[in-house]
């Protein structure tokens, strides 16, 4: 399952779930940088969990649920990014926005602290790691009625 719809695809084995999302499905909001496990500009969810797609085989997925950027359009993390001008180019942008989701969707209200670990696996080399807060901070904040 790949945002709530039913997908097989039909590829070599070794493929990588990060190039089965883009070059199969065209889900190209899955961004590849180091493509070696080390940036996080990759990420996406397995069953809620932030995994690096760049380095999970497609052919271990089975049966799970994969979320990827363009199944969060509508999560309020989207328009804090915005508003806190959290992104500069961009391109990690996809992988935090979902390793941000999934923090918040296990822990609706986390403490500064919670939010720096659970985005240290991801990689901004525009360094907007403050801004990205922020905009986590606000979604927070907003969970716990302002
Ligand atoms: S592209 Fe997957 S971790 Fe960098
Ligand atoms: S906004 Fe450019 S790498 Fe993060």
Known sequence: MVNGGLHEVDVPVGTTLADA????????????????GHCGACTVQLDGVPVLSCITLVHTVGER???TI??????PLVQAFVEADATQCGFCTPGQIV???ALLAATPRPGHDEIVHAMSGNLCRCGTYPKIERAIEAVAAENRGG
């Open 70 to 75: 363009e199944g969060l359009r509508e999560h």
């Open 21 to 36: 999302l883009r070059d199969v499905l065209g889900l190209t909001g899955t961004k590849i940088a180091c493509g070696e």
């Open 65 to 67: 649920e994969v979320t």
């Open 99 to 101: 390793s941000a989701a």
